[in-house]
């Protein structure tokens, strides 16, 4: 489960980083609408995109990161299996397989 943090740490930090800049846009815009309606409605959209922006990055990046480590497990887990030599599933042990019935 570290590892899978590990994995998104890097881009939770540009994310964080871009939609910090966002709100610090949009914040700016509506400190200096003066109450016009126009400004004020331009900046609350500009937080409301920043918002909504940063969430669905931010769960598309988890949705991959969570996909690939499972993908990944799956893949040691056959490498495991293919060097063991253990088949899937299991052959019987030879003293429990029954003889062939003669007619």
Avoid: C, H
């Avoid at 966002?22 to 409301?48: E, H, M, T």
């Avoid at 949705?63 to 253990?86: C, H, L, M, P």
């Amino acid at each position: 489960m570290l590892d899978f943090l590990k994995q998104l740490l890097f881009p939770i930090t540009i994310v964080s980083a871009v939609a910090a800049a966002g709100f610090l846009w949009g914040g700016i815009v509506l400190l200096r609408s003066k109450k016009d309606p126009y400004k004020v409605s331009q900046g609350n959209k500009i937080l409301l995109w920043t918002l909504l922006g940063f969430f669905v990055v931010l769960f598309s990046f988890l949705i991959f990161a969570f996909i690939s480590s499972i993908i990944e497990k799956r893949e040691v887990q056959n490498q495991t299996n293919i060097q063991t030599g253990d088949e899937f599933p299991p052959a019987p042990p030879a003293d429990e397989i029954p003889p062939a019935p003669t007619d």
